[in-house]
């Protein structure tokens, strides 16, 4: 891990930074309200610089060197601009009509395989009839505009009456992030095919309990290709009352430090908007009701989780709201495990491991609340590409093959040591050998 700066130095640092960030004009309303762009900023060297500018409202969307790129409205990035960096705006979503004329409610014509809502829940549906003993799936709750949210539980009949350890996979917070629902239909035909036929695979799903929720954010994933073409759209459908600002930032709606640490804003026109109140987001709440389901007897079942983005090839584990590596509940042990595992991940598939706090700090996200409240280890992955030059958020179809299937090692290994993560830095009799 990088090192980090001595705890004091660097909240002093933020408080600076933040209260120049913080002085600016309000955000600029996202689409629909103003618009909202990527732009690239050049100077932030530091996580608290990040942190800083994350403050104004922008979205922080990729990092390289004293190179971040941001999504941002105007005003936002005059806020950063205010803060002594160097902002330029970049061209907007690609145009992959193929000279088509656009087709609403639908991925451009060089696109097409990505899958709309309805056509993904169409392939699970058929993935589901195709191996009955293997999957099934419930409607745990519905998103804003009334659109199912579905888990699907994959495991085989063998060890029926056993408390098999679970591992929890969800996709698509973000809108435009399209990739990790390809990633989520790509895991389902995994162990569809792999079942009976792979050894790696028929072990883990005799031993564990997998759950895929395949769209977290389905209203805003319609949303954003409603047109035909991309709209650059990251939060939720939700209206806030008295703005016309609409959206929140689902991934700082979480119930576990909340609004805590300048991670996430009060703004309803920011691209990082935390809502009115932790779980207001009905999205969020659906998941972590379900998530409270699984605590059976007291005990969580669910032992581990990765929650899917894209983009900028990382994988990224608790906490985000502080800086530092341990915290009240994450111990040093925790964080060896977390980072044994994490840096083994990313070994297989390419990505930069790192505390999510390394980048910048973040409040009110899934992997601090699945920790910090319920004791899941969990990290994200942030999937191809690697910059915005390469797609960002609207990587070809043609890449989608070969860039879910470099997970597969990785979702792998996290199901294998899910039982005790503590296996990883040879701590298993002392932390794992009552467990189930």
Not at 6 to 13: E, K
Not at 72 to 99: C, M, N, W, Y
Request: neutral net charge; contains cysteine.
């Amino acid at each position: 891990m990088r090192p980090r700066s001595p705890g004091g130095r660097a909240a002093a640092t933020v408080a600076v930074l933040l209260s120049l960030a913080l002085a600016a004009p309000a955000a600029a309303r996202g689409p629909g309200g103003g618009g909202t762009h990527e732009y690239e900023v050049t100077g932030p060297r530091t996580a608290a610089q990040r942190t800083a500018v994350a403050a104004t409202g922008a979205s922080v969307d990729s990092i390289h060197g004293d190179r971040i790129v941001i999504t941002a409205g105007a005003e936002q990035a005059d806020r950063v601009r205010a803060l002594g960096h160097r902002v330029v705006r970049l061209p907007g979503p690609p145009d992959r009509s193929g000279g088509r004329q656009p087709k609403p409610h639908t991925f451009p014509a060089q696109d097409a395989k990505y899958h709309t809502y309805a056509e993904a829940m169409a392939e699970i549906d058929a993935g589901i009839a195709a191996h009955p003993s293997l999957m099934s799936k419930q409607v745990i709750g519905r998103s804003h505009e009334g659109r199912d949210i579905i888990a699907v539980k994959v495991t085989s009949g063998v060890n029926p009456g056993a408390a098999k350890p679970e591992v929890l996979f969800t996709h698509h917070q973000h809108a435009r992030e399209h990739l990790t629902v390809e990633m989520a239909l790509y895991l389902l035909k995994e162990f569809g095919k792999g079942y009976g036929t792979d050894s790696r695979v028929t072990k883990m799903l005799d031993n564990r309990v997998v759950w895929i929720v395949p769209d977290v954010n389905p209203d805003g994933g319609e949303f954003d290709i409603a047109t035909g073409s991309y709209r650059n759209w990251r939060k939720n459908r939700q209206p806030n009352s008295g703005s016309s600002n609409v959206g929140t930032d689902l991934n700082r709606n979480w119930n576990y430090k909340w609004a805590c640490c300048g991670g996430s804003s009060g703004s309803t026109g920011s691209e990082t908007y935390r809502g009115r109140a932790a779980e207001s987001a009905p999205e969020v709440k659906v998941v972590a009701d379900f998530v409270r389901t699984r605590k059976i007897d007291g005990k969580q079942r669910i032992k581990a989780a990765i929650d899917f983005h894209t983009y900028s090839e990382l994988v990224m584990w608790p906490f985000g709201w502080t800086y530092d590596d341990t915290a009240p509940g994450l111990t040093q042990d925790d964080h060896d495990a977390f980072a044994k595992v994490g840096k083994s991940m990313a070994a297989s598939n390419g990505y930069t491991p790192e505390q999510s706090s390394d980048l910048y700090i973040t409040d009110g996200t899934i992997d601090d609340w699945l920790w910090g409240d319920q004791k899941i280890f969990a990290y994200t992955f942030e999937m191809y590409p690697s910059s915005a030059a390469q797609g960002g958020f609207y990587p070809p179809a043609s890449v989608i093959d070969r860039e879910t299937a470099r997970n597969r090692d990785a979702v792998l290994q996290l199901l294998e040591n899910a039982d005790c993560m503590y296996r990883s830095i040879g701590k298993e009799q002392q932390y794992c050998s009552t467990a189930e």
